[in-house]
């Protein structure tokens, strides 16, 4: 029993120091309710912070964050509400080689359907769709624009959730601001190519798994998530592949029957 908390503590370790850089695309956290029935209501807050050296080897402190909310207003209905941040400030910033400071914003709605059978382990499949908008700010800044769709199947228990889910983004950038850097820049980041085509004039495809574990207490739960993106369409710029965070899930519904059943 001791080595699964070392192993488990081990893991809680590497993923709030896995680190990353600046990039223009970076897949935020999947919002997965694993509904059962109508009247559930989640919250989950999630994150990680790192400050070690990335894949450029520039020195800095990285951090995402993640907040989720999600509720079912009637059976097999779920409506998810996300907002995700991700920011990186270096020790030594050089605008002439990118290394400068990193910050986007996402926040995206969604709604879909869900069908759960089983009794204390409950089998759930569901089916989300959603829409969000957010802001990149760094050597450029510009707008993002997503569409998603995101299938999922999971099971949820008093004491234990795993989920993986399956999400497609479309992205579509806009308001784009070069902050006076020169073409010959844009050209290096592959913001712009040789006939002159940029950033914001086409749009993205990604694939997106993730795989999802909570553990704890009916209503209480940490949350480990591994989110990775996999281009479709071509992206020539930097992007992240991968996100990883740990979080607190809150089970409304399971904590007022904790209380009425104390009562």
């Given at each position: 029993m001791q080595q699964k908390y070392i192993l488990f503590f081990s893991l809680i370790t590497l993923i709030i120091c896995s680190s990353?850089?600046?990039y223009y695309y970076k897949p935020n956290?999947?919002?997965t309710p694993l509904f059962t029935d109508a009247g559930q209501a989640?919250?989950?807050v999630a994150g990680s912070i790192g400050g070690n050296s990335g894949d450029y080897d520039y020195e800095g402190t990285r951090y995402v964050f993640d907040l989720q909310?999600?509720?079912s207003p009637v059976k097999h209905l779920g409506i998810i509400a996300n907002y995700s941040t991700y920011g990186y400030t270096p020790d030594n910033p050089d605008a002439t080689n990118g290394n400068v400071d990193g910050k986007a914003h996402l926040l995206e709605f969604g709604v879909g359907g869900y069908y759960a059978k089983g009794n204390k382990f409950k089998m759930v499949t569901d089916c989300y769709v959603g829409y969000g908008t957010g802001q990149i700010r760094s050597d450029v800044d510009m707008r993002i624009n997503r569409f998603f769709i995101q299938p999922g199947i999971g099971v949820r228990s008093p004491a234990f959730d795993a989920a993986f889910n399956l999400r497609?983004?479309?992205a579509k950038y806009s308001h784009f601001n070069a902050k006076g850097m020169t073409n010959d820049?844009?050209?290096?980041?592959n913001l712009i190519n040789s006939s002159g085509r940029r950033i914001d004039n086409t749009n993205y495809a990604f694939v997106e798994p993730s795989f999802t574990v909570r553990t704890g207490y009916k209503f209480l739960k940490v949350q480990l998530q591994m989110v990775f993106a996999q281009e479709i369409t071509s992206v020539p710029w930097d992007y992240n592949p991968s996100r990883y965070t740990v979080g607190l899930y809150?089970?409304?519904e399971d904590a007022i029957a904790e209380a009425m059943s104390g009562r």
């Open positions: 990353c850089n600046r956290g999947v919002n989640h919250l989950n909310a999600s509720v497609f983004v479309s820049y844009l050209m290096q980041q809150f089970s409304l």
